[in-house]
């Protein structure tokens, strides 16, 4: 009554299991109010009082010590804990950490839902598992130089494969967890999905060549025309232009200003097809 304002004991309770048991007993309860709210709480521990003659418990000893604030504390770390997962499950990146043998130690909802695996299918799994067969070598690699303390770069071009067995491409960084003596625990690493910028890129390099071999086609066909006017000077614009070509590039131009050149080469007679032929 004192401890919890109820008329009968509680569900579990060290005293009467120690009148039982004849044997220590202990449980954590809270004190209520009569409204039943919370106040305090305490650890019981209870202790049998045996009778020296006849060795029958004759009552029990009981033990309580206020936990409260210690209580207090654990609830709220329990609290910060719960933020910190929904904020590691929720971030915008993907999250893994590694053991120093590359053993996922965690990985969050949003990496899970990248790759399209259950966190029981990567959890406790090497990480190179996951890495695209090709770039396994490298990446144990980079892992390796990356436990030992070495610098490593970030890595803008890792493939993964996901569940479904299809390519994603991701940015990649490393973070040390390191402990209080400064040794190394493992790796914190970031992932970013940069698939669709790949794409875009391989999409845009492949139109550029494209427009390239057009452009050099229609210069090609533009120096016949002003040959087909001065057949004598067959094959000069070509040979003028594979010469600026060169002494460009050994002058150190850039590769876009060679190619520059290397068309003015081509066009630089292109004023005779407005000559008349007489």
Excluded at 113 to 121: A, T, V, W
Excluded at 144 to 169: F, M, P, Q, V, W
């Amino acid at each position: 009554n004192a401890y919890h304002c109820l008329n009968k004991h509680c569900k579990v309770c060290p005293t009467l299991q120690t009148f039982k048991t004849k044997l220590p007993g202990y449980k954590q309860a809270h004190i209520t109010d009569p409204k039943g709210v919370t106040v305090a709480w305490l650890d019981i521990y209870t202790y049998p009082l045996i009778d020296a003659v006849t060795g029958k418990v004759k009552g029990v000893i009981e033990y309580g010590r206020d936990i409260s604030a210690s209580k207090k504390t654990e609830e709220s770390l329990a609290k910060s804990e719960n933020r910190y997962r929904e904020l590691w499950d929720n971030a915008p990146v993907a999250y893994h950490t590694l053991d120093p043998k590359g053993i996922i130690t965690s990985v969050n909802q949003t990496e899970l839902n990248m790759l399209g695996f259950k966190h029981e299918e990567m959890f406790g799994k090497p990480i190179f598992n996951f890495i695209y067969p090709d770039q396994r070598a490298e990446a144990k690699i980079r892992f390796a130089a990356k436990i030992k303390g070495l610098e490593t770069e970030k890595k803008d071009n890792r493939i993964y494969l996901k569940k479904d067995g299809s390519k994603i491409y991701t940015s990649v960084d490393d973070v040390l967890e390191k402990d209080d003596r400064g040794k190394v625990t493992g790796i914190r690493t970031t992932m970013v999905d940069v698939t669709k910028q790949k794409y875009t890129e391989e999409e845009l390099k492949f139109s550029l060549l494209k427009l390239k071999k057009t452009m050099d086609n229609s210069m090609k066909v533009i120096a016949k025309i002003a040959e087909m006017r001065d057949p004598y000077t067959a094959g000069h614009q070509v040979r003028v232009a594979d010469l600026a070509a060169a002494i460009a590039r050994e002058l150190g131009f850039k590769n876009g200003d060679i190619e520059v050149i290397k068309i003015a080469g081509l066009l630089h007679d292109i004023g005779k097809i407005n000559v008349p032929i007489e």
